[in-house]
């Protein structure tokens, strides 16, 4: 009887690996393809474990990683794949690196029972006790439902392919990519796989390995919009640096990451409407990473006020307990509750500008007006909105604020980017001490 050598065996096996699938999507991930695998040939059952994981570098920054396998038994979860994910996430810990999960599986191994939930669980667990230690991103390029959808839905960030499916529901036939945009559970969506890592891979490069190192610093440029314009996040980030997430969420907000003079900042704009509770939620989550990894938050402050109060109350309190570097710009409306929250003390903004023509105020100036100039109002209603132009202009305006040290300086919006990078720079090594709790309750 001849005997195979067990040379040509993992001869065999090694080619069978690195030929799926999942182990090209991480070559895509990873610098120049090259990334070192992570208990190669574990053993699921009757085939390899389903799925391949290693560490390597992407954009020059050490990244843990894993992609399961949708070529070996369909990918599913099972005890011997779920100990090769946790010997990746101990040894995230042990170093300090962000962790990329590529999702696409059919579910678990049913005939493993409790064994195959169990494995679930540890991932889990694992995800929980690297959040806010690590960033952690779930790429979602195939099918991830059920108890893998809530693992992937526990990263920081979520990417995902227009094939790739994400649903509690392991009997539904597709996700529901309306409703995932709308919520803004998922942060960047794509038309397929390869944009996906690329946009991982881009997503990598603004963030620091862990929440004791800073983000990596890039060449500086120019703002992407000259003085002419009035978009504020245009005049201030260095020229195509913005990179936003959650987008099509809400239309009151819009949030990214951005250089400003290669700094990485995290970006919160408010846009004159008032904010809902998808977009309170949104830029608490935001801010609440931003906090964590110590990454400054700049705001563009403008709006009238909120429709949630729930959200709004978890907002203002993210805001306030954030330790991070606050610098807020009011670019237009700033008004009571809004204000308090975002712009003002109660924020815990470390610094705040204004521009000439924003507006600062308890309230809106037609309320304010009706309130307080019960008399100039008593004129014909097509005469009241010159009132209200009045009155915002004498008892709303950035310069009263000011004058009460309520607002650092009253700035042109040609002035922004100057203004909030000197800002920054003199505020880089803020330290703050807290009272000593296990956690706030809000």
């Not at 980030?237 to 003079?261: C, Q």
Request: proline share 3%.
């Amino acid at each position: 009887m001849a005997t195979v050598n067990n040379n040509e065996i993992i001869l065999q096996a090694r080619q069978e690996i690195s030929s799926s699938n999942a182990y090209q999507r991480l070559a895509m991930l990873f610098d120049d393809g090259a990334f070192t695998e992570v208990s190669t040939f574990t053993k699921s059952s009757d085939t390899y474990a389903e799925a391949v994981a290693g560490y390597g570098v992407v954009n020059g920054c050490p990244v843990y990683a894993f992609a399961q396998n949708s070529e070996f038994a369909f990918g599913a979860m099972s005890t011997a794949q779920g100990a090769k994910l946790k010997k990746l996430y101990d040894m995230a810990v042990k170093t300090g690196c962000p962790v990329v999960g590529l999702y696409d599986s059919n579910g678990g191994r049913l005939t493993q029972g409790v064994d195959m939930l169990e494995a679930y669980g540890t991932i889990l667990n694992s995800i929980s006790n690297l959040s806010g230690v690590v960033p952690q991103i779930s790429v979602i390029l195939g099918n991830c439902s059920g108890t893998a959808a809530l693992n992937a839905a526990n990263a920081d960030f979520i990417v995902m392919s227009k094939q790739g499916r994400l649903t509690l529901d392991t009997g539904a036939s597709d996700s529901d990519i309306d409703s995932l945009k709308s919520d803004g559970l998922v942060d960047i969506f794509t038309e397929n796989e390869k944009q996906a890592i690329e946009s991982t891979r881009k997503l990598i490069s603004y963030l620091p390995s862990n929440n004791l190192s800073l983000s990596p610093i890039a060449d500086t440029s120019e703002a992407e919009a000259d003085n002419s314009t009035t978009d504020p996040i245009a005049l201030t980030v260095d020229a195509g640096s913005f990179m936003e997430l959650k987008s099509g969420s809400s239309s009151a907000v819009k949030l990214g990451l951005a250089r400003i003079h290669g700094t990485v900042v995290a970006v919160v704009e408010t846009n004159g409407k008032k904010l809902d509770c998808k977009a309170c939620k949104n830029t608490a989550d935001f801010v609440s990473f931003a906090d964590a990894f110590a990454i400054p938050v700049v705001t563009f402050a403008n709006s009238s006020g909120f429709t949630c109060l729930t959200s709004a109350s978890k907002l203002a309190a993210v805001y306030a307990q954030a330790t991070t570097v606050k610098v807020t710009v009011v670019t237009g409306e700033a008004y009571g509750s809004f204000y308090v929250a975002l712009a003002g003390t109660g924020a815990n903004a470390d610094i705040t500008f204004a521009w000439t023509d924003s507006s600062i105020a308890p309230l809106p100036p037609i309320t304010g007006a009706e309130i307080l100039w019960t008399d100039k109002m008593s004129v014909p209603v097509s005469q009241q909105k010159a009132v209200v132009e009045q009155f915002q202009a004498e008892m709303c305006s950035a310069f009263a604020a000011a004058e009460k040290g309520y607002v650092e300086d009253v700035i042109n919006p040609e002035e922004t980017r100057a203004k909030v990078y000197a800002a920054l720079d003199m505020l880089a090594g803020k330290r703050v001490s807290q009272l000593p709790k296990k956690h706030s309750t809000i």
